[in-house]
């Protein structure tokens, strides 16, 4: 007759701890001072962000919920797609400026978006094209060719970049919920383009997006971002595997199904366009 008792399961750990960082309640400091931002430096009409990453981390889908959180209203300027292909949709290294106020008048700084960097050699962007757009060689609206970088005598080759043309802050966006974060090959990728930015002295800020199909937390209140046991692991991850220190990585959620814009998305996207500036406005004034 047997007498033991089973000893009771152990608690699984709570997928929440405390915050570790503080953004709520600053939504209109930060959308104050990107409204009366300018460029200390009078060379610089405008700060160049360039936006790249691998294929579907939402780099399109971050640029358009910038200017939603700008413009108070969702917007799709920039053409993103909603299915899993296995390729980039952006196929142009295409510049966008944002709206301030009335038609004509824009914020003093532009988002360069590009083609998704793939598996495999000749697919998605060319790291070289990537490097070459850093420096300002690439013009606007040419299309890439994930085949070949772009060649010195190529009509849209701009062969003596201004300031203004050269990029100011690098920006990576990667989606939370990917597979064990990057595969290798995309690591190597990345740093490559990492490493070239480092030579240049160009700032980088990372974008973690898709946080909410990568949380269930943050999915049930987009307010645990910052005490989600997960996401403080993907950033640390993150930061590891590129070499990010994480006061660097921003999470985000982009605006997707939504009609109307939402302070609590807002306050995370305007809290890393923030850092963006600021880190843009500090290379540009160290020239």
């Known amino acids: 007759m047997g007498g033991g008792s089973s000893k009771p399961a152990p608690e699984p750990p709570n997928p929440l701890m405390e ?3 503080r953004v709520w309640g600053h939504k209109n400091k930060d959308l104050k001072f990107v409204e009366n931002y300018q460029p200390y430096n009078e060379e610089v009409k405008q700060l160049r ?40 949709f952006t196929r142009k290294h295409r510049t966008y400026q944002f709206n301030k106020g009335g038609p004509g008048t824009f914020y003093p700084f532009v988002f360069t978006d590009l083609m998704g960097l793939e598996k495999g050699t000749k697919k998605g962007v060319c790291v070289e094209d990537i490097k070459q757009a850093m420096k300002g060689h690439i013009k606007d609206c040419y299309k890439i060719n994930p085949c070949s970088q772009i060649s010195e005598d190529n009509q849209n080759y701009n062969k003596y970049p201004t300031l203004n043309d050269q990029v100011h802050v690098l920006v990576c966006v990667i989606a939370a919920n ?7 090959e995309s690591v190597i990728k ?12 160009i700032p980088q800020v990372a974008i973690l997006t898709k946080i909410d199909e990568a ?3 943050v999915k049930a209140d987009i307010k645990n971002v910052y005490k989600s046991r997960y996401l403080k692991q993907v950033v640390d991850d993150l ?9 660097c990585i921003f999470p985000v959620k982009n605006y997707h199904s939504e009609i ?11 809290s890393a ?3 963006i500036i600021n880190s843009g406005e500090d290379y540009v004034n160290s020239l």
Do not use: Y
């Open 260 to 270: 109307d814009t939402n302070d609590e998305v807002d306050t995370l996207i305007l």
């Open 215 to 217: 949380c269930p937390e």
């Open 49 to 88: 962000v360039l936006l790249h990453g691998p294929i579907g981390a939402g780099k399109s889908s971050f640029l358009n919920s910038v200017d939603s959180a700008l413009q108070g209203r969702v917007t799709d300027r920039a053409l993103a797609d909603n299915t899993i292909a296995g390729e980039s």
């Open 178 to 184: 990917t597979e064990n974060i990057l595969d290798d």
């Open 273 to 275: 366009l923030n850092k």
């Open 19 to 21: 915050e570790w960082r």
């Open 239 to 247: 930061s590891a595997k590129l070499g990010f220190i994480p006061t």
């Open 190 to 201: 990345m740093r490559d383009v990492r490493l070239a930015a480092r030579d240049l002295e």
